[in-house]
């Protein structure tokens, strides 16, 4: 007992839990700091700090499942292209699409799913407006940017500063709408037929309260309930309401496409022909496409949908220089043009990712980047800071919707193609002055009002109205170029559609090299407001007139026109598609008859366009309001591009990663190659690596000449580009001539192994390279400089006779040197004995066979004199020669004993051939001798004296070690004394040396 209370005492004592406290702390501490490390490396491993996420969110799957796919299209197009460019500050873009199946509930849950990823800094989405409504509030709630090309709903972005939208929202749409019913179609009674989902109702109000405005009337209205199973009853009881209704107006559908179709087919199945003006969710070129497996539209084509107004983000026949190469390159990745949707989600991708590049966001601080993103969109709050679209000019209200005039547009021939009156915001106050004037000039009409000159105020905004001109151009023939002035002639065709009020026809064309004005139509209709009239055209043209980059051996043909007066904010052309069936939204067919015959070319595409001319206001009061002096008009192009006729097979492939492989890769092939061709181990290759040399040379010129025009293109002027290219021109022939030259040198003319100490005359070389290169000269002339080589000929032939008559003994050397090489007489290398000279053939050049005797002499023989004289070619078949020399023996000893003992003597030196043996000759007997004549053969003989040296001491040798005696001529002198003062005798004379020497004695 006494133990228990002394051990609660000590526990309780101070001095033993303040141990135990630490131990405690210290424990709960690291176990803390291991959890915190493993939470902290666990939030880590969630961040990819290599790539930056983008989140797609839409209907992918579903009765609206292509509506997604559109936009995934879209999106992955514009990612792709900025990926393959390098990404966004040295990342890729990496895009998570999630499917919200157009469902409410779902897009909440998968904006749940998005906000829980904090390596997404962006939202592109949602397709409907319920869908971004209930998507929105979680992306406002977790602080992530949204921006939306679809949802049109007020709701979608008011009161949510994290939502963006790139179009307009239905109280611009609704607004828009009604006054162009009331102004431009002059319909004062209208009728609207609805559905009651957050979309459509707001639509439908936001028109109804712009009519209280203007003073139209709204007759009638049907509700519609998509969601209800009754949808099909009330559908019936709307058309059954319609067919008794009077004083309907025009009625305006505010409906979902489903529902619009449904409810339009009713309509012209019952025989109504009520006009008809639907919102942006009908406004798509596919619309049409749903009625085409009905019996009526396929018998009549447009049946369903002609004549409908609609409004659209976007109608191809209007788009802008920034959206067509977009189109195309959509197109050439799709085969099919980009619709609407497509469009305006290519402007959302393309503004979120330019937030990203300008933020510099690297994702690894989730919370920042996306409140950075937030805040670079909604600074772009003007006009002046708008970002430049594809569907137009991008810049937000405070509420986040993008403020962008409504195009409105019209189906015809199942394609919907703009409205001829669009309505387009005035920017410049003074353009309304500038206006005024104009008219005032066009129709002395200077009290004018701002409903007169086409203005209106549309929710504080002026608004005017732009006659669109269908214009379309078809080319009869082209012919009598003159590319040196750049000049040509064209027929052609030209017409334009319009509705009544102006005068499209007064243009000027801005290429004619001489003055072209549109005379009487060759035909002219007028059916209600519209107007059709044909011009036939005959004029002289100026070439390459377009401000593109020159491309060689090309030239662009056609025509481009202005209106003389009309601005175009008053006039715009468009390209009729309608007119123009074969048109694809770039090029028109070919027409292979186009160029008369005295082209050198090919048509290879017909481009037309619309774009914007700027021209100075030259001081005109009415354009003294224009911003910096200058007006803007409508600009109608025809480029028309021809190639010349050419096979080749240059320019082939495109400047890029694979051309830059093979520009390097055939570089060092190149270099490789004539290395090993110097290389004397490698010569037995030669015919393969002169080979291989070639078609690395051919990659080489093609590639390079593909990287430096490229390069050049668009950075300098047309003439350093035709430099650059008569370049290559001329080295496309001067190639080939070296490779054939070099072939010729080293294959054909190399001596063989068993002489590589020959060397072939320079005098053949220079000849064969001579006529070579002047062949490569002939072709550079009359295919490069496209000159006659007749007059080249006729002239050098005159200017050959003149110089042969000066230098005919040089000329007679020249063909002579020809003569000793064709037929191969001596050769470099050879002993030769020309004329009375002997020795080693050194050169032999154009005028002279130069000759180093063995004196060490060097003699230069005239060709004329070396091909006539008589000449021994010591090492001709082959290198031996014979030598021969005499000897004497006294008389005692046999002949035989003598042969045998010399050929010995013979046969035992280096020099003397085994083969064919040596001869030795017993020639007969002398005064007081046996004479023997040697004969031998050997090689070099420039060593003859050596090697008769060599010989004779070896038979000397052999012959003293036989003991044979060689014979001492043998001389008798007779010595007669007689008196100095005597005459000489009678035989002094007859013997004059023998009597000197006696006298002397």
């Known amino acids: ?155 979608v972005t008011k009161g949510n500063d994290w939502y963006f939208r790139v179009i307009f929202d239905n109280e611009q749409q609704g607004k828009f709408i009604a006054n162009y019913v009331y102004h431009v179609l002059n319909q004062k009674i209208a009728s609207i037929i609805y559905d009651q989902d957050v979309y459509c109702n707001s639509l439908a109000k936001a028109f109804e309260k712009a009519t209280e405005t203007l003073g139209m009337t709204v007759n009638y209205k049907w509700s519609l309930n998509s969601s209800s199973m009754e949808l099909l009853m009330q559908l019936k009881d709307c058309i059954d309401e319609l067919s008794q209704k009077r004083n309907v107006g025009i009625i305006i559908l505010a409906l979902h496409n489903r529902e619009a179709i449904t409810l339009i087919k009713a309509m012209k199945d019952r025989g109504m022909t009520f006009p008809l003006f639907g919102g942006d969710s009908i406004g798509q070129q596919k619309f049409p496409a749903h009625f085409q497996d009905l019996p009526m539209e396929q018998a009549n084509p447009g049946f369903y949908s002609d004549d409908i107004y609609a ?105 919907l193609i703009s409205a001829p009156v669009q309505l387009n915001p005035i920017t410049n106050i003074n353009e309304i002055t500038m206006l005024k004037d104009s008219l005032a000039t066009l129709h002395n009409n200077a009290a004018a009002s701002l409903p007169d000159m086409g203005v209106l105020l549309i929710d504080g905004i002026y608004m005017q109205k732009t006659f669109l001109v269908y214009t379309g151009i078809e080319p009869i023939e082209i012919s009598k170029p003159d590319f040196g002035k750049s000049e040509f002639d064209m027929d052609f065709f030209l017409w334009f559609r319009y509705q009544r009020g102006i005068q499209p026809q007064r243009i000027e064309f801005l290429n004619e090299a001489e003055p072209i004005k549109l005379e009487k139509p060759a035909d002219e209709k007028t059916r209600g407001h519209i107007i059709y009239r044909k011009y036939r055209v005959k004029g002289r043209f100026k070439s390459n007139f377009l401000s593109l980059p020159p491309v060689l051996d090309q030239h662009i043909l056609g025509t481009g026109f202005r209106h003389l007066d009309l601005t175009q904010n008053q006039l715009t052309y468009i390209v009729d598609v309608l007119g123009m069936p074969d048109y694809t939204g770039k090029d028109k067919k070919v027409q292979t008859q186009l160029l008369s015959a005295d082209f050198n070319y090919t048509v290879s595409r017909l481009h037309f366009f619309k774009d914007i001319l700027e021209k100075k206001g030259m001081g005109a009061p009415r354009h003294l309001g224009a911003k910096k002096g200058k007006v803007k008009y409508s600009h109608f192009n025809l480029a028309i591009f021809i190639k010349k006729n050419q096979i080749t097979l240059r320019r082939l492939i495109s400047n890029g990663p694979l051309n830059y492989v093979l520009l390097l890769i055939s570089l060092i092939g190149i270099v490789i190659m004539e290395m090993d061709s110097r290389i004397e181990t490698f010569k037995r290759f030669i015919k393969t690596i002169l080979t291989v040399e070639i078609v690395f040379t051919v990659v080489f010129l093609v590639s390079f000449e593909i990287f430096l025009l490229d390069l050049l293109t668009g950075n300098t002027g ?10 290559f021109d001329i080295l496309w022939w001067m190639a080939p001539a070296y490779f054939l030259n070099k072939s010729i040198k080293q294959i054909f003319l190399a001596p063989p192994p068993k002489h590589k100490d020959r060397t072939v005359p320079s005098l053949l070389l220079y000849f064969i ?125 046999p002949p035989e004993r003598v042969i045998q003992v010399t050929k010995n003597a013979l046969l035992d030196t280096q020099c003397v051939l085994k083969e064919p043996e040596p001869v030795v000759f017993f020639q007969g007997q002398g005064d007081s001798s046996a004479i023997f004549d040697v004969r031998f053969t050997t090689r070099d003989y420039g060593k003859k004296h050596v090697h008769l040296s060599e010989c004779w001491k070896s038979v000397w040798k052999h012959l003293e070690k036989e003991g044979i005696e060689l014979a001492t001529p043998h001389r008798i002198l007779h010595l007669i004394e007689e008196s100095s003062s005597a005459s000489p005798p009678e035989n002094a004379k007859a013997h004059p040396e023998e009597y000197t020497l006696r006298q002397k004695m």
Not at 318 to 335: L, Y
Request: aromatic share 12%; proline share 2%.
């Open 1 to 155: 007992m006494n133990n228990r209370k002394l051990f609660l005492s000590i526990v309780k004592s101070e001095k033993c839990l303040y141990p135990l406290k630490l131990a405690v702390y210290l424990f709960v501490f690291f176990i803390g700091a291991q959890l915190f490390q493993s939470w902290a490396l666990a939030s880590d491993a969630k961040i990819d700090k290599e790539n930056l996420y983008i989140a797609l969110v839409g209907p992918m799957s579903g009765e609206d499942q292509y509506k997604g796919r559109e936009m995934a299209d879209s999106v992955e197009f514009y990612i792709d292209k900025v990926n393959a460019q390098g990404g966004i500050n040295g990342k890729k873009v990496k895009l998570l699409i999630f499917d919200d199946r157009n469902d409410s509930a779902t897009a909440t849950q998968k904006a749940l799913e998005i906000a829980a990823d904090d390596n997404i800094l962006l939202v592109i989405g949602h397709r409907s407006s319920s869908t971004s409504i209930a998507g929105g509030k979680i992306y406002k709630q977790k602080f992530i940017p949204a921006i939306t090309a679809t949802a049109t709903a007020e709701s």
């Open 311 to 415: 409004a659209s983000y976007f109608i191809s026949d209007t788009m802008s220089h920034i959206a067509e190469p977009v189109s195309d390159e959509f197109n050439a990745k799709f085969k099919r043009a980009p619709n609407a949707s497509e469009m305006a989600y290519y402007d959302a991708i393309a503004l979120g990712l330019e937030a990203i590049k300008q933020t510099r966001a690297t994702g690894e601080n989730s919370s920042r980047d996306r409140e950075q993103i937030r805040k670079f969109l909604a600074d772009i709050n003007s006009a002046r800071d708008a970002f430049k679209g594809v569907t137009g000019y991008i810049y937000f209200d405070k509420q986040g919707d993008a403020q962008k005039s409504v195009p409105i547009g019209i189906f015809k021939n199942t394609r």
């Open 718 to 727: 047309i003439d350093i580009l035709k430099f650059f290219k008569l370049i």
């Open 769 to 893: 390279s001579f006529i070579i290169y002047l062949m490569a000269i002939f072709g550079i002339v009359a295919f490069v400089f496209d000159q006659k080589l007749t007059s080249l000929l006729a002239t050098s032939g005159v200017l050959a006779m003149i110089i042969g008559l000066a230098i005919q003994i040089n000329i007679s050397n020249i063909f002579s040197g020809i003569a000793i090489n064709i037929e191969r007489t001596f050769r470099i290398g050879d002993w030769v004995t020309i004329g009375s000279h002997t020795g080693q053939v050194l050169d032999i050049t154009w005028r002279t066979t130069k000759i180093h005797e063995l004196g060490g002499n060097i003699i230069s023989i005239p060709n004329s004199v070396a091909s006539e004289s008589v000449t021994i070619n010591y090492d001709y078949p082959d290198d031996t020669y014979k030598l021969a020399f005499k000897f004497e023996t006294v008389e005692s000893y």
